[in-house]
């Protein structure tokens, strides 16, 4: 066999290859097989791949934004609080409080971002909070928010990481 009949073989291979992983996904795309209802929890493997594009898509488009200078203030912290309880808790949770009917529907699930596990870097959860996240029940709050109310909320979530339940009803409370 010469090497022209050999190169041959090998683009013919990659391109009946190509045409049939095309022709799979079209047949599992129009085939109604997964079910996208948010009452089914997502496959482990589809589940994996969204969390990892999501991840290397913060880290790419996130945190390039600068936060004020006064962030971590204590009335920046306060009006982050206000604006979590009446916007964000629904979804995430607040402390000893039971999930919102809204929060136990969506899927996949809203983080629970007072967790104190959660590190809540400020600069991307400002992005995150700003444009949303699409394929989830994130919206772009960057529509209906100033970037100062989004940047306080983003200093509370740093702030309220482990958050007991009384010091969030002072901080959500003062003035």
């Not at 049939?20 to 929890?41: E, M, P, Q, T």
């Not at 589940?47 to 990892?52: F, K, M, V």
């Not at 290397?56 to 604006?83: E, V, W």
Request: glycine share 8%; net charge positive; charged share 15%.
């Amino acid at each position: 066999m010469s090497t022209h009949s050999r190169i041959g073989t090998v683009v013919a291979t990659v391109v009946v290859l190509l045409v049939l992983s095309v022709a799979a996904g079209f047949a599992f795309i129009y085939s109604g097989i997964y079910n996208v209802s948010a009452a089914s929890k997502d496959n482990p493997i589809i589940a994996w791949a969204l969390h990892r594009t999501y991840e290397a898509s913060l880290h790419r488009y996130g945190g390039k934004d600068s936060p004020p200078a006064d962030l971590m203030s204590l009335d920046n912290i306060r009006a982050g609080a206000r604006m979590y309880d009446s916007t964000c808790a629904l979804c995430h949770g607040a402390p000893d409080r039971t999930l919102s009917p809204v929060g136990q529907g969506i899927q996949p699930s809203a983080p629970q971002l007072l967790a104190a596990t959660r590190r809540n870097n400020p600069p991307l959860m400002f992005w995150v909070i700003k444009h949303g996240v699409n394929m989830t029940a994130m919206p772009s709050f960057g529509k209906t928010q100033s970037d100062d109310t989004i940047w306080k909320l983003a200093a509370f979530l740093y702030k309220g990481r482990g958050i007991t339940k009384d010091q969030y009803d002072a901080l959500k409370s003062a003035n």
